[in-house]
Each structure stands twice: as C-alpha cells, then as structure tokens.
Nanobody, 116 residues
Framework: VQLVESGGGLVQAGGSRGLSCAAS????????MGWYRQAPGKQRELVAT???????NYADVVKGRFTISRDNAKNKMYLQMNSLKPEDTAVYYC???????????WGRGTQVTVSS
C-alpha cells in the first residue's frame, strides 16, 4: 500500500489550505484514515482521524478550524485547514489502518508552513 500526500506549501496566517492523501496498491478496505503532523523538534501528533463510517476525531488544537473527510470509493482522504496559525507549521502525514489485517501505513509527508 502506498500513500501520497499533496497540497502542502506556504500560506499566510489566517489563510486556508487543503491537503489530500491518495492510497494505492493492494487495498481491500481501509478502516481508519488519519492525519498526523510533526513540527521541528517535536513528536509526531494526531491531527484528525476518520473511520470508514465517517466518525471523526480531532485534536483539541484544530477543532473548529480543520475538517477531515474521505472518499471510500477512491481511497482518498482530505484535510481542509482554515484559520491557519504559525504553530500549525509542520510536516503533515497520512496514516491508514487496513480493515481486515489492521496493518498500518504512513505516507512520506507534505510540508505546511504558515507565515506570521
């Protein structure tokens, strides 16, 4: 299974950015999909997750600003980020957990930089 993130870049504080994650390979069904991020010198942290049925979970620091969604038919996931803050600057990673095997996969990440 391969995961490819896209949509990263430079954005001004207060702006918006959308990220996408495309999964490919031998996929039967994906259980949970999620976005994680890692800022320089910090540990990787949860941003948001979404189950196959659409149940979402957000880190408190992004609630009300970020929206996670997915397209099960296309094996794609999205993250709409609004009201971005400099502290949102990080490498954002796509994560999936497979339905049957519970195997976990990670993308290589996409850099999001929020300038003040």
């Amino acid at each position: 299974v391969q995961l490819v993130e896209s949509g990263g870049g430079l954005v001004q504080a207060g702006g918006s950015r959308g990220l996408s994650c495309a999964a490919s390979g031998r996929i039967f069904a994906i259980n949970t999909m999620g976005w994680y991020r890692q800022a320089p010198g910090k540990q990787r942290e949860l941003v948001a997750t979404i189950t196959r049925g659409g149940r979402t979970n957000y880190a408190d620091v992004v609630k009300g600003r970020f929206t996670i969604s997915r397209d099960n038919a296309k094996n794609k996931m999205y993250l709409q980020m609004n009201s971005l803050k400099p502290e949102d600057t990080a490498v954002y990673y796509c994560n999936v957990i497979m339905e049957l095997t519970r195997e976990e996969y990670w993308g290589r990440g996409t850099q999001v930089t929020v300038s003040s």
